[in-house]
């Protein structure tokens, strides 16, 4: 026979494993709730054969908890911690980078942060007959805690990328609005990251390097585009008629039109 006892303070935490184990598809499983001065106990009793497949699947309960119901707090700790310098709001935008990065990669980052905790949980009950959940949280889940650690870093860098990101795009707005236009249109004709671009009479405009020494050169890298976009910022046309041969709306595209709005108008094959 195998028992447990596992201890915890917290109501929600309570009400969340004993669902769990009310679910729990073992044979010669019994369980009980009992409440004492400092926690509140569940105690389990196995009294099948098979304690391994018993540990096996509380430990999976257990697991699943940490990621499901204490994740979000987790990362938000490591935030407040390490990242203490930006503000409320900016915490609040990477973390919502954390789960878009968590959710992109879901398979390969749940089955990590699962069976790192699912081995801790596992090793642990297979050697203690009491388990003392905010003990275990804060001493036992060190490897759990830099996944989460890593992707809080991840986070972060897409958020200064992002944020250096629409700087760039606000730096670039405010000179094309203060300065004069020295064309009315130019056609682009665009496909694969590869532009062709005509005056209003459809004449070739013949891209020369040394034009954009003097003007905005980024630095953010649009690979072969970076001249396309050189070449706008010292013509600054009044209206820019983008053609897509390919149909295909790419992030250089929907950076023009973050810089030039309404001066942008876009026509499909």
């Known amino acids: ?14 009400e969340y494993l004993l669902n769990e184990f009310k679910l729990l598809e073992l044979n010669n499983i019994y369980f009980s709730q009992n409440e004492f001065k400092h926690y509140k106990n569940i105690i389990i009793h196995y009294t099948g ?8 699947k509380i430990s999976s309960i257990l697991s699943l908890f940490v990621i499901d119901e204490l994740e979000y707090d987790l990362l938000n700790k490591n935030l407040i911690q390490n990242y203490f310098y930006f503000d409320s709001n900016e915490r609040k935008k990477i973390l919502d980078l954390c789960f878009e990065i968590t959710t992109d990669d879901f398979g390969t980052l749940f089955d990590k942060k699962f069976n790192s905790l699912h081995n801790e949980f596992f090793n642990f009950i297979s050697e203690n007959k009491t388990i003392v959940l905010n003990g275990f949280m804060n001493f036992r889940i060190k490897k759990y805690l830099e996944i989460l650690d890593e992707i809080s870093s991840e986070a972060v860098n897409n958020f200064i990328i992002e944020k250096e990101y629409l700087e760039f795009i606000s730096l670039l707005k405010l ?12 056609h682009i004709i665009y496909s694969n990251e590869e532009s062709i671009l005509l005056d209003q009479n459809k004449n070739k405009i ?9 003007k905005y050169l980024s630095d953010i890298s649009f690979s072969s585009n970076d001249y396309t976009l050189n070449s706008l910022l010292t013509l600054l046309p009044k209206e820019i008629y983008i053609h897509l041969t390919d149909n295909y709306i790419d992030e250089f595209i929907n950076t023009l039109q973050l810089i030039f709005e309404k001066r942008v108008h876009i026509f499909m094959n």
């Open 206 to 214: 013949d891209i020369q390097t040394e034009l954009f020494s003097a």
């Open 1 to 14: 026979m195998k028992s447990l006892c596992i201890k915890t303070n917290n109501t929600n935490t309570l």
């Open 175 to 186: 000179y094309i609005n203060t300065q004069s236009s020295t064309c009315n249109v130019v």
């Open 49 to 56: 054969k098979d304690n391994n497949l018993f540990i096996n």
